[in-house]
């Protein structure tokens, strides 16, 4: 790996969304300490690293992604303290921690734009991008007009609450627009470096970054975000060369491009990460790509679907950065809708055996379900489902919170998976998640950098990952029907759910997989 730290190597990430944790102190709203608490249950599943939603200073309009202090800890989740002890007590157990990002806006409450709203001139009113006048919209992207007496409309980047910051233009076509090298945009950029900075020194081990491909405006090719988060990364890792920047860009070769470690391949930009696994009507957000899903027991999916992209993004960064899939995250529906535990079994198999980092959404470990028909919190709309509070134990809130106003409606159904009951049941998907990630970092020919071959499409797909002196064959078969091909001979088999390697034949029920030494 070019810079990429060592320690991505093994990891395997938790992705967790704080107000749905764990609610230490009984407000209803999970809490840093909540999560200090659980580091032995994250450890003990195999966890090496965590990744934080927005823990800063908000009024929660879009679930802490308009934030309006960045140098502070929200209180409803603790203090900047209670985060550098979640640190200290993460690095203890060897989990490194790292925090979300919000490169690209701010709330509207925030001191800046309240300042840079301002009709008269002052030291921030470049920082966010303004048109010269109310009555003039930008043509590209999304512009808010007549919010304030200042004279001209403010350029949103996400929901109209949240105003975009000034990093500059890449192709400058009005003359309200500044350049990537005005000392406004250069004022952005440093401030973000600080941001950064101050969270590291606290213990941060680096960054997911919101909307990392947003920042630079009149950026068709990129070409302009790549040159400047290359500045940043060249910064960030000089002055910390453990952390890590992880990219919510979905478009790795250009976010690898760009000097990030990680890129998510999820569900925009691309197709490759839907069509593995919510390319149905009603399992995603973009109706347009309605089809059958490749994780499926009907099996009328098409690997090559997924192939297609990844393999064209994986060769362009290999040996540069790595590529995620992860189970979900709190954009996504949860990936046990419309699945058994059967099924998840294999989905599992699947994204923590292929090449990049894996990373497990909270609960996803145990297969909590996306909860449909909730009102809206926080600016969730249909995501709020995937966002519903951790399900530890039977009882009250199946213990999140002893609140009786939890942050969300915990699932009310009589078989809500929960981490006491399955840790005790040796088949079940917490079990059989450790146990893939115990083999994960035992056997380096799985490791993020191990290579990568496709070895047999369209149920089963086998693929051969390489490292060190191992070669490991990996079959999933999510259709439910029984298949038989021949495939590298078996050596020794590692993990198996319903399948066998016989010699050089390969013997899948429905719904199986197979791990094997080869
Ligand atoms: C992506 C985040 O994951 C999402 O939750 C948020 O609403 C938008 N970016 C805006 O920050």
Request: proline share 4%; with cysteine; hydrophobic share 35%.
């Amino acid at each position: 790996m070019a810079n990429t730290p060592k320690w991505l190597n093994d990891a395997v990430f938790y992705n967790i969304y704080p107000q749905s944790f764990l609610d230490s102190n009984g407000d209803g709203i999970g809490d840093l300490q909540g999560i200090t608490d659980k580091l032995d249950y994250i450890k003990d599943t195999g966890f090496t690293a965590i990744w934080l939603n927005p823990v800063y200073v908000s009024p929660f309009r879009d679930a802490g992604y308009d934030i309006t202090d960045f140098y502070k800890v929200a209180p409803r989740y603790g203090t900047n303290e209670d985060f550098r002890h979640l640190c200290d007590e993460a690095h203890k157990r060897g989990i490194r921690v790292v925090m979300d990002l919000v490169a690209g806006h701010t709330s509207l409450e925030c001191e800046w734009f309240k300042k840079s709203a301002l009709p008269e001139k002052n030291e921030y009113s470049d920082r966010y991008v303004w048109t010269d006048s109310v009555w003039k919209m930008g043509t590209e992207g999304s512009f808010i007009s007549g919010y304030s007496d200042r004279d001209g409309c403010y350029m949103n980047n996400f929901f109209y609450c949240q105003p975009a910051l000034n990093y500059g233009y890449k192709n400058i076509t009005e003359p309200w627009q500044m350049s990537m090298n005005s000392p406004a945009a250069i004022d952005t950029r440093n401030e973000l470096l600080n941001i950064m900075s101050f969270w590291s020194d606290l213990g941060s081990d680096g960054f997911r970054v919101d909307m990392a491909s947003s920042l630079v405006k009149g950026d068709p090719d990129k070409s302009g975000v790549i040159e400047l988060w290359n500045i940043i990364k060249k910064e960030f890792t000089a002055k910390y060369p453990e952390n890590i920047l992880i990219a919510e860009w979905s478009f790795p070769k250009e976010a690898i491009a760009a000097g990030f470690d990680i890129d998510f391949l999820i569900h925009f930009n691309l197709k490759a990460y839907t069509t593995l696994f919510r390319h149905e009507k009603g399992t995603n957000q973009s109706e347009a790509w309605i089809g059958h899903s490749y994780f499926r027991k009907d099996g009328k999916g098409d690997i090559d679907l997924f192939l297609n992209e990844y393999l064209d993004h994986y060769n362009a960064t290999k040996g540069k950065g790595f590529i995620s899939i992860p189970t979900g995250n709190h954009d996504i529906h949860r990936i046990s809708l419309l699945r058994d535990t059967d099924d998840l079994f294999v989905t599992h198999a699947f994204l923590l055996t292929m090449p990049g980092v894996p990373f497990v959404y909270y609960g996803d470990e145990i297969g909590m379900k996306y909860i449909e028909g909730l009102a809206s919190k926080e600016g969730g709309f249909n995501r709020t489902g995937s966002r519903t509070p951790m399900q530890w134990e039977s009882g009250k809130n199946l213990g999140f919170s002893a609140s009786d106003t939890p942050y969300l409606p915990v699932d009310t159904s009589s078989d809500a998976p929960t981490v006491a009951a399955q840790s005790k049941d040796g088949n079940s998907l917490l079990n059989h998640t450790k146990k893939l990630i115990r083999i994960r970092k035992e056997n380096p020919a799985l490791w993020a950098n191990g290579e990568f071959e496709v070895v047999h499409k369209n149920y089963p797909f086998v693929y051969k990952r390489t490292g060190g002196s191992q070669t490991i064959i990996v079959a999933v078969n999510p259709a439910n029907r029984r298949a038989e091909i021949s495939a590298p001979a078996c050596r020794k088999v590692i993990y198996a759910k319903d399948a066998q390697a016989d010699g050089t034949t390969l013997k899948m029920d429905g719904v199986s997989f197979i791990i094997y030494e080869a």
